[in-house]
Nanobody, 117 residues
Framework: QVQLVESGGGFVQSGGSLRLSCAAS????????MGWYRQAPGKQRELVAV???????NYADSVKGRFTISRDNAKNTVFLQMNSLKPEDTGVYYC???????????WGQGTQVTVSS
């Protein structure tokens, strides 16, 4: 019974910062990657940042240099530090875990991030 719970979203002005957290509970068998996705209004869900066992860390071009993904293994938590936020960063941010031979994906409920101009 794997559960992912995001927190840290909110309202911020352009240029501000937010730090998202995702706490995972339950056992994850053969974890492959952990990451963050987001979905802006009227757009498809897109990958923001991912930490992969095989490919290391990768960021979407739109957030490179501004966002940082990290993990606290002791607390089984993944973070997303977001700096220099832009209105284009507005959306619902989802924590994601990919695991198993089938590459099964677990999703959090999402946390809203709103950036004003």
């Amino acid at each position: 019974q794997v559960q992912l719970v995001e927190s840290g979203g909110g309202f911020v002005q352009s240029g501000g910062s937010l730090r998202l957290s995702c706490a995972a509970s339950g056992s994850i068998f053969r974890l492959r990657a952990m990451g963050w996705y987001r979905q802006a209004p009227g757009k498809q869900r897109e990958l923001v940042a991912v930490m992969s066992n095989t490919e290391g860390t990768n960021y979407a071009d739109s957030v490179k240099g501004r966002f940082t993904i990290s993990r606290d293994n002791a607390k089984n938590t993944v973070f997303l530090q977001m700096n220099s936020l832009k209105p284009e960063d507005t959306g619902v941010y989802y924590c994601n875990v990919e695991a198993g031979t089938s590459r099964y994906q677990y999703w959090g409920q999402g946390t809203q991030v709103t950036v004003s101009s």
